[in-house]
């Protein structure tokens, strides 16, 4: 019982970083070279998250330690987030996210869409956020 145990406990320390970090980097380097949209907004959209999550989580942190089972809790929600049978990253960035945006900058910024350069369509709100050439 005790090398069963032993297993357990390495492969409850390993699926953090397997499902939180390596299956994400992979997907996202799939989906940069695939050519369709959809894939992109869901890995653009996890990462997001994942931001958010790890800084709230750093903010957090004298709260969170008092739950022991924040980590597990963690796991599964992010585990929800990665798995392409719920698309829970692009769920939550299409409800909540993208309705705040749309609240704040106005539905013209997602309407107009032209090309980037990689011939995905790029929306006005990408154009609003990044600087062009010559604006430093």
């Known amino acids: 019982m005790s090398k069963f145990w032993t297993l357990l406990s390495h492969l409850h320390a390993l699926a953090g970083p397997v499902v939180m970090l390596l299956y994400p980097l992979y997907a996202s380097v799939v989906a940069i070279e695939s050519t369709s949209k959809v ?4 890995w653009l959209a996890y990462w997001i ?12 942190e004298p709260i969170l330690q008092w ?8 796991l599964a929600f992010v585990a929800w987030l990665v798995l392409p049978q719920f698309r829970g990253a692009a769920f939550i960035y299409g409800k909540f996210v993208r309705e705040k945006l749309i609240k704040k900058y106005g539905s013209a910024y ?7 350069p ?18 430093h």
């Open 67 to 74: 739950i022991p089972i924040w980590y597990e809790v963690k």
């Open 39 to 42: 894939d992109d907004e869901q």
């Open 110 to 116: 997602f309407q107009d869409k032209s090309q980037s």
């Open 118 to 135: 990689n011939g995905k369509p790029k929306n006005k709100l990408v154009d609003f956020i990044t600087l062009k050439k010559g604006e």
């Open 49 to 60: 998250l994942y931001s958010f999550l790890t800084l709230m989580e750093m903010v957090l």
